[in-house]
Every structure is written in C-alpha cells, then in structure tokens.
C-alpha cells in the first residue's frame, strides 16, 4: 500500500527558478526512507508540502487520508504556564477526556448506579483500555529515559526551554501519539549520542512509515531501507542505506563519464569522416548525401551528459610548528555551579599528535570543560600549556560583533588582508558572487560555521578545538571539513555527536559522566565494545517469576489456605514494586538502568495482577 506519492511536484519561490521541478516519488507503507540533499535544495519545503503547510504550483500530492501524519520540523505552540508534562500529555487529549468523563460517572454512581450509567461507564472503560490509558506513565516515562527529558526538565514551562530542548520534547510528544507516517526534519541535531542510539532502535521497531532528512551518516545507515537524493529540483533513487548510497553514486558516476567519453570519441571520428566526405563529396552527390546521413546519425548519438562534480572546497588549516612533547596538562582540575560538580579531579595529559574525542550526555559539561581549558570559565586545578602552542577554537553557537557586515567586510575588517585576498578565500569556502555582500547576521547556521572556519584556517594553529563542528552543515560540506581536518597534522581535541566524524578522527576518547573523565586510549569501535562489556558484566536482577493459576481443590479448607497464601504474595508483590519505585527514582538521570527498572516494573504490575485474579477466583 502506498501511504505517500508526489507526482511532477513543481515548486518556485522565484519565477524562472524551480526550486523543485517535476519531482516524482512514492512510499510505500512500513518503509524508511532518507531524504538526501544539499541545504537549500528544498527538502524542508517538501515536508511542509507533504502536511499542507505550504502550496505548490503544479503536480499531485497523495497522502494516505487513514493515517495520522506527524511533523517533527514545527514545534507547535502551547497555552502560557503549560509545563513539559502538559505538552507530553497533550499526546493523550483523547483518553485523557475519556478519563475525565469515567471520574465524573464515578461520582454520580457513589450513591447507586442505573443500568445506563453502568454500560456507558463500561463502554467508557473500554475505549480508556484499548487506547493505552493504563499503560499511559509507562510509556510516557520510556520515551522520556530514551531521549534523556529528565524529571526536573518535565516540570519546567515549556517557554522556558531551548529551541534545542523543545524540539526534543516535540519529538516525544510525536512518538507518543502514535503517529502512523513520521515526517522527521533532522532528528538527531539535538540529541546525544545515547537518545540518538535510543531514537534508532524506535525507528527500527516502529511499524509505520518513516520520511526523514537527515545529514547524520550514521544514522541513516541504521535506519533508512532507501534514499531519495534531491539534486537540482530531480530525484535520485537508491535503494539502501547510506554507505549503499556512496557506492552506487560513484558507480553510476563512473558509468556516466565512460558513456560520456565514448560517445565522445566516436563523435569525434565520425565528425572527422564527415568533414573528409563532405569535401570529397562537392562534385560526387552521393557521397556528399552519405556525409549528411552521418551527420543525422551523430545528432542521435548524443544523449549523455557530462557528469558533474560537486563544487568543493579547497583551503587547509595554516599550522604553526610545534616543538616540544606536552601540549598541555591538567591537574586536579575542578569545575562546580553551586551544591552541582560538573567535573573534579581531572588529571590528563595531552601529546602532540593526539586526536580526541570529548564525549558525554548532554548537560555533562562538555562546553564548560571546553571553556575552562581555553580560559574563558574560572576552575579549580591547574591548566598547564606548552609554550609554543596556538589554539584554534570553532564554537558550537558561532557569534560574530558586527552581523550587520557584510561576508566581504568581514574578513576585510577582522583578517586585515586585501581585497582580492578576502575574495580569494572566501571563494575557497564556496561564498562566490553576490554572496560575500550577504549579512553575516542573514546566514544560515551552516553558512556561519563555514564562514568562521574560513577565517580560523588562515591562523597557524596547533591545537584544533571543535565544538560540534558538523551541525548544520550538509553532507557535502561535512566531508569537506574532514577533509582539512585530515590535513591538519596538530592536536585535535573535539565535541560531537557525529558517529560518523567520531569514528574517523577519534584516536582518544574522554568520556565525562557521573563527574569524572573517564580515558580510553583507543578509537570509538574499541571505546563501544568495552562499555558493551562492562553493561553485560553488571549483575541483572530478574523479574520474580509468574506464578502458575491455581484452582481450588474443592474443600473450603483447601480454599482458606489459598486465600491466605495469594495474600502473602501479593503482598510480597507490592513490596517489590514499591521497592522498584524507589529504584526508579533515584535511577532518573541513568536512562539505561531507568529502561531496565521500568521493564522489571511492568513485569512485576503484570504479576500482582494476575495473584490480584486468583484471589478473586478462590474468594468466589
């Protein structure tokens, strides 16, 4: 069944200029598809075609009118005062209502009820059941643990969160609805590695379709069946991941430019024969007639183009010479905010050469360890540096004093060079023509990024700091920073949740939790089968047993002593689930042992409800 098909989509912002043109696709139904592009190329405005946020100018949109359709790009705005647990609960407004009229039934049968009232309140149990009323905080509280929405983040007013934050609480909303077609516009921009892990798995186990734009490799290597590339208004189809991707658009690439040079050389010798015919033939017709059909037989000849390589970059890191063998080292460094310790007691050292991955759940103090290494926070502790190293530093949240510049002015101003110097490199970064005249305030965050690189690559540097380098940045633009990173022959010490980039350049990895670094002098594989082994080592407490159904054996002697015994149980029963109650509470901030307390806790619910049955059974 097909849930989604776009047929000749045509799209123009500007007359003239398509920005999608006779774009043609389908979905079918239980599919993950990758939705691939340069940014600009106009895969946010397909989304918003898709949910009728947007019109289009000719061609035919079908979306599967029986499926409920969700949009991860939007954050939806809420009633002032409304809390992240409201917003959460927003996903239930159906069974929540039906709740509602189940309490107030409830009161007005406390005094008697009449059949009426007893039917419509079975009826009303029904529907609470069969929409997931009772497993309703379950689920709420999995899919919070998955993405890290901690219990203090869900009683803050949702105003008061980052654009970040939000997001990643739309997003749980969204999966709680129960949506049928997930439309998910970068998904993994504000998560951390372990809810990006989570949000993969969900994906993996979800029955419905799933259309996500994404610049994550990674993660479209584990999600997606197919990718659907948007180049110049077209589609392009694959049918695999990404890594499948890669292979088969070189493959296709290098088919293309061999037909393109084949058929050019046979151009070229029939061009050749036709031009020596042609004179031969002023006084002979029929040879000059046999010219002419040759001259006919190139024009259908030439069919393939000649296939284009992506414009790219090319700049490099200015490296400054570093003598010595420590580049810098910390000891006994500390960092607090009040009664909280983000970090104590770090003592590491730091060689030249070393590319390191500083990793760690959001929130961890990631930035901050960043900012007290550069000087820019006050710790506790010793930062010792070498005394010919020059840092280089690209934050997360990039910030320029004079946005009103234009790109032109800006490295005019801030780079002192001449002119044609400033165009040189920015035409290097891809900023060409009427482009360096943009306001830098007017970019997107991945124009910015590319723009701050550029005037941090004409530094000589030999210490590289890297604050999520990859957000927001495209496919292409990513590989090209891997590319000068590549180059660079200093320290590179760097933030991210980009497996992909992680796994590439990550020869060390600090992992910061529960207030210490933890070294692992080793690349990220390595680093993630130890931290498997040391999950299967820990000691897994099982769910009790559930117990056998047992029937009285007839004698109301017999039947006493069941009672009393399912009693003792059941007791025994709710001491255990109050016990994983409070487990569960403290375990709020560790969203793997909060997962597996949850499981053991539904376990433990589905057995006292099932003693809870038998005494019923035995007391009748």
Same mark, same amino acid.
């Given at each position: $069944?097909?849930?989604?098909?776009?047929?000749?989509?045509?799209?123009?912002?500007?007359?003239?200029?398509?920005?999608?043109?006779?774009?043609?696709?389908?979905?079918?139904?239980?599919?993950?598809?990758?939705?691939?592009?340069?940014?600009?190329?106009?895969?946010?405005?397909?989304?918003?075609?898709? /949910?009728?946020? $947007?019109?289009?100018?000719?061609?035919?949109?079908?979306?599967?009118?029986?499926?409920?359709?969700?949009?991860?790009?939007?954050?939806?705005?809420?009633?002032?005062?409304?809390?992240?647990?409201?917003?959460?609960?927003?996903?239930?407004?159906?069974?929540?209502?039906?709740?509602?009229?189940?309490?107030?039934?409830?009161?007005?049968?406390?005094?008697?009820?009449?059949?009426?009232?007893?039917?419509?309140?079975?009826?009303?149990?029904?529907?609470?059941?069969?929409?997931?009323?009772?497993?309703?905080?379950?689920?709420?509280?999995?899919?919070?643990?998955?993405?890290?929405?901690?219990?203090?983040?869900?009683?803050?007013?949702? !105003?008061?969160?980052?654009?970040?934050?939000?997001?990643?609480?739309?997003?749980?909303?969204?999966?709680?609805?129960?949506?049928?077609?997930?439309?998910?516009? =970068?998904?993994?921009?504000?998560?951390?590695?372990?809810?990006?892990?989570?949000?993969?798995?969900?994906?993996?186990?979800?029955?419905? /379709?799933?259309?996500?734009?994404?610049?994550?490799?990674?993660?479209?290597?584990?999600? #997606?069946?197919?990718?659907?590339?948007?180049?110049?208004?077209?589609?392009?189809?694959?049918?695999?991941?990404?890594?499948?991707?890669?292979?088969? @658009?070189? #493959?296709?690439?290098?088919?293309?430019?061999?037909?393109?040079?084949?058929?050019?050389?046979?151009?070229?010798?029939?061009?050749?024969?036709?031009?020596?015919?042609?004179?031969?033939?002023?006084?002979?017709?029929?040879?000059?007639?046999?010219?002419?059909?040759?001259?006919?037989?190139?024009?259908?000849?030439?069919?393939?183009?000649?296939?284009? @390589?992506?414009?790219?970059?090319?700049?490099?890191?200015?490296?400054?010479?570093?003598?010595?063998?420590?580049?810098?080292?910390?000891?006994?460094?500390?960092?607090?905010?009040?009664? *909280?310790?983000?970090?104590?007691?770090?003592?590491?050292?730091?060689?030249?050469?070393?590319?390191?991955?500083?990793?760690?759940?959001?929130?961890?103090?990631?930035?901050?360890?960043?900012?007290?290494?550069?000087?820019?926070?006050?710790?506790?502790?010793?930062?010792?540096?070498?005394?010919?190293?020059?840092?280089?530093?690209?934050?997360?949240?990039?910030?320029?004093?004079?946005?009103?510049?234009?790109?032109?002015?800006?490295?005019?101003? =801030?780079?002192?060079?001449?002119?044609?110097?400033?165009?040189?490199?920015?035409?290097?970064?891809?900023?060409?023509?009427?482009?360096?005249?943009?306001?830098?305030?007017?970019?997107?965050?991945?124009?910015?990024?590319?723009? *701050?690189?550029?005037?941090?690559?004409?530094?000589?540097?030999?210490?590289?700091?890297?604050?999520?380098?990859?957000?927001?940045?495209?496919?292409?633009?990513?590989?090209?920073?891997?590319?000068?990173?590549?180059?660079?022959?200093?320290?590179?010490?760097?933030?991210?949740? !980009?497996?992909?980039?992680?796994?590439?350049?990550?020869? *060390?990895?600090?992992?910061?939790?529960?207030?210490?670094?933890?070294?692992?002098?080793?690349?990220?594989?390595?680093?993630?089968?130890?931290?498997?082994?040391?999950?299967?080592?820990?000691?897994?407490?099982?769910?009790?047993?559930?117990?056998?159904?047992?029937?009285?054996?007839?004698?109301?002697?017999?039947?006493?002593?069941?009672?009393?015994?399912?009693?003792?149980?059941?007791?025994?029963?709710?001491?255990?689930?109050?016990?994983?109650?409070?487990?569960?509470?403290?375990?709020?901030?560790?969203?793997?042992?909060?997962?597996?307390?949850?499981?053991?806790?539904?376990? #433990?619910? #589905?057995?006292?409800?099932?003693?809870?049955?038998?005494?019923?059974?035995?007391?009748?």
């Amino acid at each position: $069944m097909v849930d989604i098909q776009v047929t000749n989509l045509t799209k123009f912002f500007v007359i003239g200029e398509n920005l999608l043109e006779n774009l043609t696709f389908e979905i079918q139904e239980g599919e993950c598809v990758a939705i691939l592009g340069r940014n600009g190329c106009g895969k946010t405005t397909l989304f918003n075609i898709l /949910t009728g946020q $947007m019109d289009y100018d000719s061609g035919e949109v079908y979306v599967n009118p029986n499926k409920k359709l969700g949009l991860i790009s939007q954050i939806p705005r809420f009633p002032e005062g409304f809390t992240v647990e409201d917003v959460l609960r927003s996903a239930y407004a159906d069974i929540l209502r039906v709740r509602q009229k189940m309490e107030l039934l409830e009161c007005e049968m406390a005094n008697g009820a009449t059949d009426a009232q007893l039917r419509e309140y079975d009826a009303l149990t029904n529907r609470f059941q069969t929409g997931g009323g009772y497993d309703m905080d379950v689920e709420v509280d999995k899919i919070c643990n998955g993405l890290g929405i901690t219990p203090e983040q869900r009683c803050q007013d949702f !105003d008061s969160l980052s654009g970040g934050e939000k997001t990643r609480v739309n997003l749980a909303r969204l999966l709680l609805e129960k949506t049928d077609i997930l439309l998910l516009d =970068e998904p993994t921009n504000h998560l951390d590695l372990n809810s990006v892990e989570w949000l993969e798995q969900y994906i993996n186990a979800f029955k419905g /379709t799933v259309l996500t734009i994404s610049h994550d490799r990674y993660f479209i290597d584990q999600v #997606a069946d197919r990718v659907i590339e948007i180049t110049d208004g077209h589609a392009e189809f694959y049918s695999g991941n990404y890594s499948f991707y890669m292979d088969e @658009k070189q #493959a296709r690439f290098d088919l293309q430019l061999k037909q393109y040079e084949q058929e050019q050389t046979k151009l070229k010798q029939l061009g050749y024969t036709v031009e020596r015919m042609k004179g031969w033939g002023i006084n002979n017709r029929t040879l000059y007639r046999r010219a002419m059909s040759i001259q006919h037989r190139m024009e259908r000849i030439r069919k393939t183009e000649k296939p284009k @390589k992506e414009r790219t970059m090319k700049a490099s890191f200015g490296e400054k010479e570093f003598s010595g063998d420590i580049v810098f080292k910390m000891k006994n460094v500390s960092k607090s905010f009040g009664d *909280r310790t983000l970090f104590s007691d770090v003592n590491l050292t730091v060689e030249g050469g070393e590319r390191i991955a500083l990793l760690g759940d959001n929130g961890t103090g990631k930035t901050t360890f960043i900012k007290c290494l550069l000087g820019d926070e006050d710790c506790a502790g010793k930062i010792q540096f070498g005394p010919t190293v020059k840092v280089g530093y690209l934050p997360q949240i990039i910030h320029f004093d004079h946005p009103e510049r234009s790109l032109y002015d800006t490295m005019l101003y =801030e780079k002192n060079c001449t002119p044609q110097t400033a165009r040189d490199r920015l035409g290097a970064f891809l900023f060409q023509g009427e482009d360096v005249f943009k306001q830098v305030g007017n970019l997107s965050g991945g124009e910015q990024s590319r723009l *701050r690189l550029c005037m941090l690559m004409d530094e000589k540097i030999n210490l590289l700091i890297l604050d999520e380098p990859t957000n927001h940045l495209d496919i292409a633009s990513r590989e090209w920073v891997e590319a000068a990173i590549e180059e660079f022959e200093g320290v590179l010490l760097f933030v991210s949740h !980009d497996r992909y980039f992680i796994e590439k350049f990550a020869e *060390r990895i600090w992992l910061l939790e529960d207030g210490t670094i933890r070294d692992f002098p080793c690349g990220y594989q390595k680093y993630r089968s130890i931290l498997e082994h040391e999950a299967a080592a820990k000691p897994v407490i099982t769910a009790a047993p559930k117990p056998k159904k047992e029937k009285p054996k007839g004698g109301t002697k017999d039947t006493d002593k069941l009672v009393r015994r399912l009693e003792r149980e059941i007791e025994k029963q709710e001491a255990l689930i109050a016990e994983l109650e409070g487990k569960i509470e403290a375990a709020a901030a560790d969203y793997q042992e909060l997962t597996r307390l949850l499981g053991e806790k539904e376990d #433990a619910e #589905a057995v006292l409800m099932d003693l809870m049955e038998q005494w019923d059974a035995a007391q009748e």
